[in-house]
């Protein structure tokens, strides 16, 4: 990924590692964006389910070249916020 002017490029990047995203925020700017996707889990997560989320967005990082921070994960509404960088 070059930039993050494009959504549906970002949209489509995540789908393709398992993430359903609902919501980009900040793309705009071309070098960072916020997105907010759905997590596929019951209300807990098991440690191997982590591990399996870490390890797609650890592909999803070197594939794409760029750089994820793990923002917040809300078990409440099973969703992952996520600020991606482009390098």
């Known amino acids: 990924m070059?930039?993050?002017n494009s959504p549906d490029i970002i949209y489509e990047i995540f789908e393709r590692y398992?993430?359903?995203v609902l919501?980009?925020?900040h793309f705009d700017r071309g070098n960072y964006a916020e997105i907010r996707a759905q997590l596929n889990?019951?209300?807990?997560l098991s440690t191997?389910?982590?591990q399996e989320i870490t390890m797609k967005l650890s592909m999803l990082e070197r594939?794409?070249?760029?750089r994820l921070e793990i923002a917040n994960i809300?078990?409440?509404h099973r969703t992952i916020r996520?600020?991606?960088h482009t390098k």
Do not use: H, P
């Open 18 to 20: 398992g993430f359903e």
């Open 48 to 50: 191997m389910q982590l």
């Open 23 to 25: 919501r980009i925020d």
């Open 74 to 76: 809300d078990m409440i």
């Open 2 to 4: 070059i930039n993050t």
């Open 41 to 44: 889990y019951e209300k807990c």
């Open 82 to 84: 996520i600020n991606i």
């Open 63 to 66: 594939n794409e070249n760029v």
